[in-house]
């Protein structure tokens, strides 16, 4: 069952994401909102196990609808859009406490000359690369790698890039996209949700009200911030309402 992180562990997980990258926070995040694997590491999931660790938290903490806003490619009106969480996991997964499968899928194809065994990306592979640097996409791609037969030394760019779309069809909900139609111009498009970086949207949001709190109420009663902490968020309104009047 999904785990409700305490407001202490919203604090540490904002601070210990301040100064980490991307693929580090979100492994961060993932880790705090439940523990279905046993002590497997978040970070030896599959892609779409992360992400549905990530939903979790997003449901249990800020509710299942996810507001986000977009620009249409076609005529470059805004768009707000609110999503709802379950319509960013596989449709096989819907419905089903803890579908999300503890280890990588693998599968064997071949093409252009090559039989290709390969198994789901993980959050290790997604962390081990810097995403900025040259070739980012394909030293991903050449990770989920397990065998080449024929042996060579580096597989031909053109197979590789086929792999590509295998990789999705072998672990569904690793990349969560939302189908979008513009109300301006009638376009319809695909557009790539950073789940991950929306979540840490919310959480740092979540964690500087948070703050904001003890700080108020340290001030007007010289509590720590564990003493605060201690204070159900009802009663803290109150205290908070009483001070400011």
Not at 28 to 50: F, R
Not at 160 to 182: F, I, M, S, W
């Amino acid at each position: 069952m999904p785990r409700r992180p305490t407001e202490a562990t919203v604090l540490e997980v904002w601070e210990g994401g301040l100064d980490s990258t991307p693929a580090d926070r979100a492994l961060l995040i993932a880790s705090t909102a439940t523990a279905p694997h046993g002590e497997q590491d978040v970070a030896d999931l599959p892609l779409s196990a992360v992400n549905a660790l990530l939903l979790d938290l997003r449901c249990g903490v800020f509710g299942d609808a996810l507001p986000c806003t977009t620009d249409c490619p076609a005529c470059g009106d805004s768009l707000d859009v609110t999503v709802a969480a379950e319509e960013l996991r596989p449709a096989e997964a819907i419905g089903r406490a803890g579908a999300a499968v503890a280890v990588p899928a693998t599968a064997t194809w071949t093409t252009g000359g090559f039989t290709l065994t390969y198994r789901a990306l993980t959050g290790r592979d997604v962390r081990a690369v810097d995403p900025t640097a040259p070739g980012a996409r394909r030293a991903l791609l050449r990770r989920c790698l397990l065998s080449v037969s024929p042996p060579v030394d580096d597989l031909p760019d053109d197979v590789l890039d086929a792999l590509a779309p295998r990789l999705a069809e072998l672990d569904p909900g690793a990349d969560t996209v939302l189908t979008l139609d513009c109300p301006q111009c009638g376009h319809r498009w695909e557009a790539a949700l950073d789940l991950a970086d929306h979540v840490w949207t919310d959480v740092s949001a979540h964690a500087r009200g948070i703050l904001h709190d003890v700080h108020a109420l340290a001030r007007a009663y010289g509590w720590s911030e564990a003493e605060v902490l201690s204070v159900s968020p009802a009663r803290r309104r109150f205290y908070l309402e009483v001070t400011s009047g």
